[in-house]
């Protein structure tokens, strides 16, 4: 009986039986009329009409709906095959589901990273501008006059914002409690620039043209975070007076959730209306120096920016008094906004990753694909039956494409929960510098890709393995006893170059884990110069505001140290200005004379910091108790810095005794002893030249006392756990001032992981590709040699019959496996050396093309092939000669 797709109509179906029944009254009639008998008549016509549901199926192809019947068919026919091999489409749905999470979970970071535009209008018209490097590789902001000048001459930029952050901590009294927020002010078009607009109440009124306005001064735009956490989301908060910094502002508006500017902010953020100052009409050391925030032309490019805003800063720089500033201001880069908040070396770990990740998706691939090739060959007899009854090449295809869709469509669904899963799982296993977001979730970009994996994934794993099988002739397959000979060999040597590619394609995957590996190996055992263990570290939320005009050495940190150092369990206590490997802000000195620039790191510190760290010294002493206020101003150098500074600098103990800079007036300090060296920022770099000041001699009448009102790091050497020393901490912060009871706490060792940054990242994840990738290739060596074994019992059992030793049978799979995996390790290792090369910007001790780590990668890759091998080839030479031959 003919089958009718449900969307077809039974009112059409029986308007055809009706029609063709009509057709054969009207024939059977035509016959009675010309003497026949209605017996004989009706078979007549029917022989005529031939086979009825034949006809109605050809009128149903013509009315176009039988692809989707068949389509149909084929989905409920792969349900029924998985239905009848579990096991295959277990394997299948795993290993696909594997290969597409890591590709999901990697592309999804990304895409959430490098790829979403910015929440701006026409955001990729935005671009920030700075300064040209300096030999220190540091960019400058932009004075005031310079952006003027832009105003004024610029033809290819639409509109030119520019902000700062407000110096110091700043605290936004809310109604139970200060909230830590950061303050940055904004020229009065920033907003307009970027395209946004408060949510709640109104923005800065932008200046017009040519005339500078502070009619927005002494207000304040809250963000979402700001709002809700100090006044609890209060809707009239527009129109209110607000405390920051014990300064009086009046709310205005209130941003949308989600709006950061400066991009990822550490805290809630408020923005204050930036005004002019005296400094803002020179061009001078002193003059401040703000981000620039543009908005390009429809028209303009940002390479035709950039060349516009280098002519007018050439024509700018002759005004700079200082050659140094000259320097840095005599040209101008323009950069995309989007890009701009990505760092380098950040994003090409991500796209390495997804590369290596992609390299797991296609040996997931190509290990579906081996299974797929056995499962045709399988089904060799069932093909062949089908072409027989009459089915088309193209047909069979088509069922085989559409099981292969339906496999790699539910490992698509099982591959996008994993995928969430580790990205929502690794949240913690991310550095906290690299200041990545892993909030993700799945948008209209990742959906498409996800389409497009499973589509591509089908295609790889099936259409190949596919269309081998229905080019099998028909009549060979038929036979019974010599099924497909020729079919086995061609299967045989398809998936023994599978199995080989992906063994290559591991190998690399396994080296590049190696190196990693070796890599943090080598930095773990890196002299630090300097102790971690039982260290708590608190970065403390200095608020200036309420010490303003005292003296915070003898107000504040002193008797802070001294409670901190009463506390039951405290071995050592000491401030720093930043801990090192640390993370707060750097201070930099540059040292002029004998014709030497010495840029320097210039740190205050307690002399009790000696004993929490144990720094080592190279000559001379560290600070001590008799460092006071009153007595001789002296600072610690390091020995990069001694051997820069002092006149021998083969011998760092010349250093001592020199006179060094002005901490008070008409008082020049004295080196008292050299610290040996130490890992600061980087433990891949060497030391840079660092200066230590003593932090009891400092008073608001000394140099470069302004950073101590911004921050400072407690460490405290304890032989109690951090969990239990971190509230008593806590609560001698808050007695000293509340808002320093909102300190960040951590500990020494974990600042060191944390310092391993993108290499700690990366050596992670490829742990995991790696351990993937080595188990696919494994599974899918033992598959194919499983299979050939079963397809060969008969012949084996002849050998044996004949007189073969089982020990022989052994090798010869054994060989056939060493081959495979051979050839793959020649491949891969040349894949290797050339892939080596995206590695050497994470490496550190160990070379991208180290012969070491890729013999140690071959090797195991080796042994466990051969392992996987040993199985199949044993029960190779167990077959018993008697019940193969019989079996046959």
Known sequence: MTRWPAWAGQGRKVELEEELESHLRLAIEDRVARGESPQE???????????????????????????????????????????????????????????????????????????????????????????VEDKNHRRWGTPWLDIEEWRAQSRSLEQIGFYHSMDGRSFLQGNTHSVQVDGVAVSSNLFATLGVEPRLGRGFVPERANEHTEEDAGTVVLSDAAWKEAYGGDPAIAGKSVTINRSAYLVIGVMA??????????????????????????????????????????????KTAAAELSTIQKRIAPSYAEG???????????????????????????????????????????????LMLARGAAR??????????????????????????????????????????????????????????????????????????????????????????????IEPALKQGGPQAGMDRRHHRVRSLLVAAEVAMSLTLLVACGLLLRTIYTLRHVPLGYRTDHIVVASLAIPSYRFAGENMVANVYQPLLDRVQHLQGVQAAGLISDVPLGRGFTILLTVYGDGKNILALLKPVSPSIQQVFGFKMAAGRFFNDRDTATSQPVVVVNRAFAELYSPDKHDPSAAVGRHFMNLKKNTQNVIVGVLDDERQSSISEPSRPEVELCLPQMDPDTSFYQPLTVGMDLAVRTGRAPA????????????????????????????????????????????????????????????????????????????????????NLLWLVLRQAGA?????????????????????????????????????????????????????????????????????
């Open 820 to 888: 495979m995996l051979l050839a793959g390790l020649a491949v891969g290792t040349a894949l290797s050396l050339a892939s080596g090369r995206l590695l050497r910007g994470y490496l550190y001790g160990v070379s991208a093309h180290d012969g070491g780590t890729l013999a140690g990668a071959a090797v195991l890759l080796f042994l466990c092939g051969m392992m996987a091998a040993y199985l199949p080839a044993r029960r190779a030479a167990r077959v018993d000669p008697m019940q193969a031959i019989r079996a046959e």
């Open 380 to 473: 060799q007899r069932e093909i062949a039956m089908r072409g027989a009854l009459g089915a088309s090449r193209a047909r069979i295809l088509q069922q085989f494409v559409v099981e292969s869709l339906v496999l790699s469509g539910a490992a698509t669904l099982l591959g996008t929960l994993l995928a969430l899963a580790a990205v929502r799982l690794s949240r913690s296993a991310v550095p906290t510098h690299l200041n990545l977001d892993l909030s993700v979730h799945v948008n209209f970009t990742i959906l498409a890709v996800l389409c497009g994996l499973t589509v591509v994934t089908a295609l790889v794993s099936s259409a190949w393995p596919a269309f081998l099988a229905v080019r099998v002739p």
């Open 257 to 302: 959730p989600g709006f950061e500017m400066p991009a990822r902010g550490a805290s809630p953020q408020v923005w204050t209306l930036l005004t002019r100052h005296d400094g803002d009409k020179t061009r001078t050391m002193t003059s401040p120096e703000y981000s620039v925030i543009a908005r390009l032309r429809p028209d303009a490019g940002i």
């Open 41 to 131: 008549a009706r078979a007549a016509a029917q022989r005529e009409f031939g086979n009825l549901p034949l006809v109605e199926d050809v009128t149903r192809d013509a009315w176009g709906w039988v692809w989707l019947d068949r389509l149909l068919q084929d989905v409920k026919f792969a349900f029924r095959q998985i239905r009848r091999s579990p096991g295959f489409a277990a394997a299948a749905i795993g290993i696909l589901a594997l290969g597409i999470a890591a590709a999901t979970a990697m592309f999804t970071v990304v895409d959430h990273v490098l790829l979403r535009p910015l929440p701006y209008p026409d955001s990729g018209r935005l671009v920030v501008i700075q300064g």
């Open 724 to 807: 239990s020393i971190i509230p008593d901490l806590r609560a001698i912060l808050r007695q000293a001032s509340p808002e320093m009871a909102n300190a960040t706490f951590t500990t020494m060792d974990q600042v060191v992981e944390d310092s391993f940054g993108n290499q700690r990242l990366a050596a992670h994840l490829l742990e995991v590709f790696g351990a993937s990738a080595l188990l696919l290739s494994v599974g899918g060596l033992y598959g194919l040699l499983a299979w050939v074994v079963t397809q060969r019992t008969r012949e084996l059992g002849v050998r044996i019959a004949l007189g073969a030793r089982r020990g």
């Open 324 to 370: 140094l500033l000259r320097e840095m201001h005599s040209g101008a880069v323009v950069q995309s906004y989007a890009d701009s908040l990505v760092a380098a070396d950040l994003r090409k770990a991500l796209l390495t990753l997804l590369a290596a990740s992609g390299v797991l998706w296609l040996i997931a691939g190509v290990n579906v694909t081996n």
